[in-house]
């Protein structure tokens, strides 16, 4: 990784705005760890790893300064070797929610490779840490990794039903539970080495989810989750669909922003523009052909690197995606005009109001899919997260006005997702369903909360514009894209930057 551009990225006047209580230093609950014996220093270890944070092994020391530059969320532990490299290995847990148990990776980003039960990981590799893996970084740490008393631990013993499919392998290590799917690690035998994740679905043969592979399939977008293969089965009965597709080892936006406490933590502002920022590129591309996602929420966006900061994310989970005529705009001139240049140069969730607290995941609801039509009026989505427009009290039905919605619908998810990054609270949930509806139809927003201080008013006018009640004026993506908190002080030179970078990495 070039620190360079990220470090020019983070000297964003947008920086400065940042709010002291975003760095507080959380250091939370040990999962898991290692214990061994450490040749640098000639004495027995344990390596404690915390939950939600990545455990950075080389001998790179952290500054004060880093500390608030976004590395609270990892913990050190220095090895004093010359054959060590700066950051010699990652080692970090992702949890999909209370009840799913934790899965570990480990990264080497050192070309002296790490060796995990006597088989070296090279520089860029990663791979999943089970209970009692020897790990050993050479002249420099022997160790077992082990997770502690009573945490659920992800383990490859655990046998997984109808585990094989074609050339395809089904893996025990559960990553994922969704409205309509579970996800899981999967290996194809021409690379077992490469790890990819599948999701299986229920479904009866004229299930929707024919839909989601036939869509996504056609997508190809570097924001966009890569499907390599569908295939349908039969398992005792039932049909299921699987559809296989690259990994995300940083897990979920939602498991990104949960802290111990039982809360969402929000972003640095620079961070959640860098985010927002790939999502735009994602729905851009959709919507210029003709895809509406529809449920775009934390859940569906995927960190597809070591979950630190500025993540590298996708868009995920076209299950009640739709293919629409939305109105041909050229986006890839509002690239070209605004972003190009710059590359020339170079499961829980928030609750009311004031009250960030974790409440579980929001789920997705479904309507029937129709055969792509102009403006779509079937009820979907996720109600915290659903536009207006969109009725989703009345499920299963279609919207009451014959006005139906169009591809706005992701904007205001967008302007839903981007309020959470920046203040931790969802705008519009409550407890109840009703409720949440009917604030979403007050459509009301409150700036004045202790959260928002020191949000730049450009940030602040991005999420009241995609928040916009009547669809016709609020913001479409090609306004978003030129909006000042993109734009201003050639930001958008530092975003590709940024962007080059952790795509790279
Ligand atoms: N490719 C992937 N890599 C890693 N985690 C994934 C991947 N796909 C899904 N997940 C995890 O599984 C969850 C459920 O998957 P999703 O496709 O959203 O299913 P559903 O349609 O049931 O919501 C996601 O929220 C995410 O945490
Ligand atoms: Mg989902």
Redesign the pocket.
Known sequence: MNTLSINQLLHFQLFHNYNQTHQIKIMGKIIAGLVGFDDTRQSGVEIPLYKNKVLKIGREQLSREDNTKGEHRCNSYYLRNKHVSLIHCYIWSIQ?DEETPFVTYIKCLSSNPVSVNGKPLSRNCYTILNEADEIIIKKSLSARFYYCEGINGSSSNKKVGFSKNGKWCILPHL???????T?HVARHVTNPKKLY?V?TIKCDPANKYKVESSILVKLHHTNI?KVYEEKMLKHEGDDYLRIF????IG??L??YMSRDNASLLPLPESESLFITYQILKALSYLHSHGVVHRDLKL??V?IMDVPIQYPFVVL??F?IAKEVDVQQQDLELIFSQYYSQSRSKSRRRCTDRGMPGLKGRAS?VAGGLKQPIARMHTIVGTAEYAAPEINILEIGNKVSTEIGYDEKVDVWSLGVVCHILLSGISPFFSDSLKDTVMKTKRGLIFFDMKEWKGVSKEGKLFVKKSLTMDSYSRWSIPECLKSSWLIKDNRQHWLEECYKNVVKR
Not at 175 to 181: K, N
Not at 245 to 248: G, K, R, S
């Open positions: 999909f990553i994922g539970v969704g409205t309509f799917g996800v994740a999701k989750i597709q690259d990994l995300a897990g979920d939602f498991s859940d569906n995927l995920a989970d299950g997705t």
